[in-house]
């Protein structure tokens, strides 16, 4: 069946551009990345909804919407988390060519995978978000209880513990959460897309 | 990683309704199925054009997009044309939690896969389209050679030659399209999608 289809635009489609203009934003992928605990998703929730109050088109994809469903049938070998991060970044690029602004939300620690998602993109709509939390403080919220288990062996490969992370070298916005209250997190995300012309600056829903 | 994110949405996550109050629409799930040749995809833009040209907010999946992207790695063993399946019905549920009227056109030929989409979905949200072309006018067409390819036996497993195509049963919209036009055709789906309350009638961009 694929094996039919071909791979030219049809006449009448409408381009990124005009799905754009449509939703009067540029569209583009912020990738938070960060350990657990980090806040990844709350400041990625937190944004998504400044967005939308001021009108923008936005979806945002993280472990809620996606684990159990396009990558349910992915476990945590090595080769399975490098076909996350690549699905991951997939559909981000579609949701970017549907002229929305899409926000992930995944540990994501490798910058291999970080540099593999980004060349999906163009030139600019890939906006790396570097959450930099402490891990003391990561471990001290431990909401789900990993880094103790992850302490105890009870759970391996764990990141920052027993797995790597690569610190962001060149991320277009960094987080310094120690200081910052998710709100100024999210206003610097904001501030971000205003002065780089992907969001208006005085748009309202 | 993937194992160290909860599956609890976020206070501040911005819901499927909010995100349809905005685009006022229903979001939805037009899953164009037929042979090759059929004009699935064809159809599926010029549908995909009336609705953007009614300032709605949609998108379109197809092979285009999706082939050398999402579901890149895949083959054509049953396996990966399950799979090819199930991630194409899976981002069509992200694309509708978004809010957005997404169109799929892919040849889709048994029952079984499209059951597996359709139950992905919510009630009433997937909205199977039967591209009804006979095959005598698919090949008659045959824009890309492909029939004849399969005549001669240079390709096995092609649909409606030595592949089955399980015709639906309860699609909910049958475009007997032998004796309509492409613009025709269009308008049936736009008057399903206004009758059934996803579209507003007198909607304009």
Redesign the interface.
Known sequence: ??????????????SKT??SQ??QQRPCLLWFTGL?GSGK??IA??V??LL?AR?C??????????????????G?SDAA?I??IR?IS??S???V??G?IVSTA????FASDRTMARS?LQQGEFIEVFVDTPIEICEQRD??G?YKKARNGE?TD??GIDSTYDVPKNAEIHLHTANLSVEQCAQQIIDYLVQHDFINANKQ?
């Open positions: 069946m694929m094996k039919t289809e071909n791979t030219v635009w049809h006449q009448q489609h409408i005009q799905r449509q939703k657990s998703s709350t929730n937190a998504d909804a939308f009108g088109h936005t979806y945002l994809l993280d472990g809620d919407n996606v684990r159990h469903g396009l990558n349910g049938d992915l945590f988390r076909e996350n699905r997939e559909v690029k579609l949701f060519d549907a929305l995944f540990i994501s620690p999906k909401p789900k990993l759970i764990f990141t829903g």
